[in-house]
């Protein structure tokens, strides 16, 4: 970051390839004229503004009031509202000034109106340097804060994911970024504990983009493991890390029960058959992992050196397959499906950008009908690729759709179920990018919103659990279309410039393309209402849409 790489010998760098994680921290861009300033008075406590944040610039956290004893004149704080949460603790929103980019998302995006001013929110955006060295003092007292105990918060709410250390943060994606906030939340919910394989593309240069890497590790030292693959083959590749992890894991258990008389029965068994489907019964078992590396200290054979390198793979492990839509629909697809007929527990996250975004804008399979990009210059005649029915067609994959400006609740559940489900999950993520020409990037969730109501983006959970139950397996979390499809794609240069230049096409285009809404909603409605196993009675209610 210096320009002084060229004095640094081979001595300085690691042998094994490895670089240093949460570097991002030391870059301080200062590139925005004005960032988002919290008032308290107004605030509900959502949280909301956190979720969206493209590069985990605006924070929250709730914690004792003992913990202020040190705090800068000018820190903010409120009462913490809300039953999870200890009486008389208090609540910060605090903002990164040298590290937001000034979007503007978290405002457009927070519901809380200042009744004495209604053009006034919560989260107001305010000159950067008239607030900048204030808030900067603010911001690092703010890290000083304990973040909450995550076996004790309901991970499950917009509102507790957000109380969770993000372990992805000030990453050099473009302002606004539809991507990163998926990416950040995924490393919120299970980042202490993901292995992470990112496919060439937007993910991987905002994602290592060295000397720097957003990705960054906790107060334990734990966070995520990350690496880049081909563009081709990284669904293979994350397929490694979980054959790997599954392999270590069985030799540990093997080892474990040789070294019983060592060990201890008792611990043996708690280890072997440890119930993680919680964060608390992962945090038992890492205090387990403790007790045994310290009992296989004062053991001198080579079974118990073995089993101290492996210990930790007895902790559940997260394995996340990261890309975009050129690599999941296009060129890596034949891994994709590879990987998902596998049956094997892998998660895939598609950020779905409808186009090579990195690249320049190229056309890909996902591109949906009349939109311009690159090699579909007068409008893409076909429609979207349908992912999500491809990988449902197997019955044995969770599957998911969703639009954090859509509903951001839908989100966090679609992201808890698919890591809890012992098979191979898919979330496609609705991802806004610069490339799709909207007029204001922190208008990108607003696109999202519309993209739902319109029909074309059906908020979707497939969970093959539900078979057993008697349940139709495919939920649909969004409501029936309430708008035109025009209303969302001429919100869009790349759509609304086909009117200019060719009106006729872009009628004809628009035609089919709402022709195809309709069939895809009507099939998915149906799809919905269907119990794929006849012989199972239904044993249970049907979960509410969220």
């Given at each position: 970051?210096?320009?002084?790489?060229?004095?640094?010998?081979?001595?300085a760098?690691?042998?094994?390839?490895?670089?240093?994680?949460?570097?991002?921290?030391?870059?301080?861009?200062?590139?925005?004229?004005?960032?988002?300033?919290?008032?308290?008075?107004?605030?509900?406590?959502?949280?909301?503004?956190?979720?969206?944040?493209?590069?985990?610039?605006?924070?929250?956290?709730?914690?004792?009031?003992?913990?202020l004893?040190?705090?800068?004149?000018?820190?903010?704080?409120?009462d913490?509202?809300?039953?999870?949460?200890?009486?008389?603790?208090?609540?910060?929103?605090?903002?990164?000034?040298?590290?937001?980019?000034?979007?503007?998302?978290?405002?457009?995006?927070?519901?809380?109106?200042?009744?004495?001013?209604?053009?006034?929110?919560?989260?107001?955006?305010?000159?950067?340097?008239?607030h900048?060295?204030?808030?900067?003092?603010?911001?690092?007292?703010f890290?000083?804060?304990?973040?909450?105990?995550?076996?004790?918060?309901?991970?499950?709410?917009?509102?507790?994911?957000?109380?969770?250390?993000?372990?992805?943060?000030?990453?050099?994606?473009?302002?606004?970024?539809?991507?990163?906030?998926?990416?950040?939340?995924?490393?919120?919910?299970?980042?202490?504990?993901?292995?992470?394989?990112?496919?060439?593309?937007?993910?991987?240069?905002?994602?290592?983009?060295?000397?720097?890497?957003?990705?960054?590790?906790?107060?334990?030292?734990?966070g995520?493991?990350?690496?880049?693959?081909?563009?081709?083959?990284?669904?293979?590749?994350?397929?490694?890390?979980?054959?790997?992890?599954?392999?270590?894991?069985?030799?540990?258990?093997?080892?474990?029960?040789?070294?019983?008389?060592?060990?201890?029965?008792?611990?043996?068994?708690?280890?072997?058959?440890?119930?993680?489907?919680?964060?608390?019964?992962?945090?038992?078992?890492?205090?387990?992992?403790?007790?045994?590396?310290?009992?296989?200290?004062?053991?001198?054979?080579?079974?118990?050196?073995?089993?101290?390198?492996?210990?930790?793979?007895?902790?559940?492990?997260?394995?996340?397959?990261?890309?975009?839509?050129?690599?999941?629909?296009?060129?890596?697809?034949?891994?994709?499906?590879?990987?998902?007929?596998?049956?094997?527990?892998?998660?895939?996250?598609?950020?779905?950008?409808?186009?090579?975004?990195?690249?320049?804008?190229?056309?890909?399979?996902?591109?949906?009908?009349?939109?311009?990009?690159?090699?579909?210059?007068?409008?893409?005649?076909?429609?979207?690729?349908?992912?999500?029915?491809?990988?449902?067609?197997?019955?044995?994959?969770?599957?998911?759709?969703?639009?954090?400006?859509?509903?951001?609740?839908?989100?966090?559940?679609?992201?808890?179920?698919?890591?809890?489900?012992?098979?191979?999950?898919?979330?496609?993520?609705?991802?806004?990018?610069?490339a799709?020409?909207?007029?204001?990037?922190?208008?990108?969730?607003?696109?999202?919103?519309?993209?739902?109501?319109?029909?074309?983006?059906?908020?979707?959970?497939?969970?093959?659990?539900?078979?057993a139950?008697?349940?139709?397996?495919?939920?649909?979390?969004?409501?029936?279309?309430?708008?035109?499809?025009k209303?969302?794609?001429?919100?869009?240069?790349?759509?609304?410039?086909?009117?200019?230049?060719?009106?006729?096409?872009?009628?004809?285009?628009?035609?089919?393309?709402e022709?195809?809404?309709?069939?895809?909603?009507?099939?998915?409605?149906?799809?919905?209402?269907?119990?794929?196993?006849?012989?199972v009675?239904?044993?249970?209610?049907?979960?509410?849409?969220?």
């Amino acid at each position: 970051m210096q320009r002084e790489g060229d004095d640094l010998p081979v001595s300085a760098f690691p042998c094994d390839g490895t670089f240093p994680t949460g570097t991002t921290q030391y870059e301080k861009r200062n590139i925005a004229l004005e960032i988002p300033i919290w008032n308290k008075e107004v605030c509900i406590q959502c949280t909301k503004c956190s979720m969206v944040c493209p590069h985990a610039a605006i924070r929250a956290k709730v914690y004792a009031p003992e913990h202020l004893q040190k705090a800068p004149a000018g820190f903010q704080y409120a009462d913490s509202k809300g039953k999870d949460y200890p009486e008389g603790w208090k609540y910060t929103i605090q903002v990164a000034p040298e590290d937001c980019t000034g979007c503007g998302a978290c405002v457009e995006t927070c519901p809380a109106k200042d009744k004495n001013n209604p053009g006034l929110k919560a989260i107001n955006m305010k000159p950067q340097m008239e607030h900048r060295e204030r808030e900067k003092a603010n911001y690092e007292f703010f890290l000083s804060l304990p973040d909450m105990d995550r076996s004790k918060l309901r991970v499950d709410t917009v509102k507790g994911s957000q109380l969770l250390q993000p372990l992805f943060e000030y990453s050099g994606a473009c302002a606004g970024c539809g991507e990163t906030p998926y990416v950040k939340l995924l490393t919120q919910l299970f980042g202490d504990r993901a292995i992470i394989s990112n496919a060439t593309g937007c993910s991987s240069i905002y994602g290592g983009n060295l000397p720097t890497t957003p990705y960054c590790k906790n107060a334990q030292g734990r966070g995520p493991a990350w690496s880049n693959s081909l563009f081709e083959d990284n669904a293979e590749f994350g397929f490694g890390f979980r054959m790997t992890l599954d392999k270590h894991r069985e030799f540990a258990c093997e080892l474990l029960t040789k070294l019983t008389p060592q060990v201890g029965e008792e611990l043996v068994n708690a280890l072997i058959n440890a119930n993680q489907t919680t964060e608390g019964g992962i945090q038992e078992q890492r205090e387990r992992v403790e007790i045994l590396k310290k009992k296989l200290e004062g053991v001198n054979t080579s079974e118990a050196k073995h089993l101290h390198s492996l210990a930790d793979t007895l902790v559940k492990k997260s394995v996340w397959i990261l890309g975009g839509d050129g690599w999941a629909y296009d060129i890596g697809y034949g891994g994709l499906d590879h990987v998902i007929a596998s049956g094997k527990k892998v998660n895939l996250l598609v950020l779905d950008t409808e186009v090579y975004s990195n690249t320049g804008g190229q056309m890909s399979k996902s591109t949906p009908i009349g939109a311009v990009a690159r090699f579909a210059a007068a409008g893409k005649p076909r429609p979207k690729k349908d992912l999500a029915m491809m990988a449902m067609s197997y019955g044995s994959v969770y599957v998911a759709k969703v639009a954090l400006g859509a509903s951001d609740a839908q989100c966090v559940k679609a992201f808890l179920e698919a890591d809890a489900y012992e098979g191979p999950s898919l979330i496609i993520a609705y991802s806004h990018c610069i490339a799709h020409g909207i007029e204001n990037m922190k208008n990108g969730l607003h696109q999202q919103k519309l993209a739902v109501e319109s029909g074309y983006w059906p908020l979707i959970r497939f969970n093959p659990e539900n078979i057993a139950k008697g349940e139709p397996p495919l939920k649909i979390d969004s409501k029936d279309p309430k708008i035109p499809l025009k209303d969302y794609i001429y919100q869009e240069n790349r759509y609304k410039m086909l009117t200019k230049s060719n009106p006729e096409r872009a009628q004809a285009l628009l035609a089919l393309a709402e022709k195809e809404v309709a069939i895809r909603w009507n099939l998915y409605k149906q799809m919905a209402g269907i119990c794929w196993d006849p012989n199972v009675k239904k044993t249970t209610e049907s979960p509410k849409t969220v």
